[in-house]
């Protein structure tokens, strides 16, 4: 090749070059701009303590009552499915606005929410309006599963707080139990999670309990979704601890085997037709999701290591950084 004609290549690769870095910047989505300023050490300087009382106050309500654990986990879920990790789900009702609080999927946190504003409240003695209460959500799960024997990971942090809360998609962006495999594949897909990330996820019900109401027609054989699969013992079982009618509140283990400890018996039990919700056992009844079931229920160490990768990215959607948002002093009001 001629200089000359090396000469006036130069100028035309820079110029593919820099329409190739404008198209990226164009193209990518803001939540992934959002999630890239995250890290794991966002309080290693000005709150290094943070974490370590979040820990502590996590452990102590676990100790009391193992069953909390599962909610912590699932309280972060149920944030992020609605508008993003943005602790909008903390937020009380006001005069002019709802809570996500009142929506069904959300209605047994109240616990859960305490435990979280005693964290709030240790925090902000140490470093007050320094860390949000969307980052102690995430740090809590993560407590929460390492305290009952289930993995641990690096929680990305440098969330910032809604200054609202979305009570409507509270009560539709949230998976429903009784959805079929479709629709929870749809959903995740939606929130940028595939489908071995929502059965992953879905193994966070190795922990903690359901209220009749979201299970009653399934066992009674009314259920349209994974009716046929369900163990007839099994189903009859839970109808002697579930009446026909009434009895809403009463509740049952979401893992019949070891509700109270983080393990893959929630997988072996979807093999043996044992799942107590519909939208549990759609993940193990002929469909393409059968074969991460089949995995995990093996092997207990790859089924963690997909659960605690999963969170992370679960953690990422829709979060607020930098000037968006606010750093709630009390995770139940807006500033």
């Given at each position: 090749m001629s200089s000359s004609s090396s000469t006036s290549?130069?100028?035309?690769?820079?110029a593919t070059l820099l329409l190739t870095?404008?198209?990226?910047?164009?193209?990518?989505?803001?939540?992934?701009?959002?999630?890239?300023?995250?890290?794991?050490?966002?309080?290693?300087?000005?709150?290094?303590?943070?974490?370590?009382?979040?820990?502590?106050?996590?452990?102590?309500?676990?100790?009391?009552?193992?069953?909390?654990?599962g909610?912590?986990?699932?309280?972060?879920?149920?944030?992020?499915?609605?508008?993003?990790?943005?602790?909008?789900?903390l937020l009380d009702k006001t005069a002019t606005t709802g809570t996500e609080k009142d929506a069904a999927p959300n209605r047994r946190f109240t616990k859960t929410f305490r435990v979280i504003e005693d964290a709030k409240s240790q925090v902000e003695r140490m470093c007050p309006g320094v860390v949000?209460?969307?980052?102690?959500?995430?740090?809590?799960?993560?407590?929460?599963?390492?305290?009952?024997?289930?993995?641990?990971w690096g929680v990305e942090l440098g969330r910032r707080d809604s200054g609202?809360?979305?009570?409507?998609?509270?009560?539709?962006?949230?998976?429903?139990?009784?959805d079929d495999l479709k629709t929870l594949i749809s959903r995740f897909r939606k929130k940028g999670l595939n489908s071995r990330e929502m059965v992953a996820l879905s193994g966070a019900h190795t922990l903690g309990t359901a209220q009749c109401f979201t299970f009653r027609e399934?066992?009674?054989?009314?259920?349209t979704v994974a009716k046929d699969v369900i163990d007839p013992n099994f189903a009859r079982k839970k109808r002697r601890m579930c009446p026909a009618s009434g009895g809403d509140r009463l509740v049952q283990p979401l893992d019949p085997m070891t509700p109270t400890s983080f393990d893959n018996n929630y997988f072996k039990a979807l093999m043996l037709r044992k799942g107590l919700?519909?939208?549990?056992?759609?993940?193990?009844?002929?469909?393409?999701?059968?074969?991460?079931?089949?995995e995990y229920s093996r092997n207990g160490g790859k089924f963690k290591g997909d659960f605690a990768a999963a969170m992370v990215k679960m953690g990422r959607i829709g979060v607020l950084?930098?000037?968006?948002?606010?750093?709630?002093?009390?995770?139940?009001?807006?500033n």
């Open positions: 290549t130069i100028p035309k690769v820079a870095t404008l198209a990226l910047l164009v193209t990518t989505p803001p939540q992934s701009q959002a999630a890239a300023r995250l890290s794991t050490d966002f309080y290693s300087k000005n709150c290094p303590r943070a974490l370590t009382a979040i820990r502590a106050v996590v452990r102590g309500a676990v100790t009391n009552d193992r069953r909390i654990a909610s912590l986990i699932r309280l972060q879920f149920h944030d992020c499915f609605v508008r993003g990790c943005d602790a909008s789900v949000s209460c969307a980052d102690i959500v995430a740090v809590a799960a993560r407590d929460a599963s390492a305290a009952v024997e289930g993995p641990s609202a809360a979305f009570p409507s998609l509270a009560g539709s962006d949230i998976p429903n139990p009784k399934r066992v009674y054989g009314n259920e919700l519909a939208s549990d056992q759609v993940l193990f009844s002929g469909g393409s999701t059968d074969g991460i079931v089949r950084t930098g000037s968006k948002g606010q750093i709630r002093r009390t995770c139940s009001k807006a």
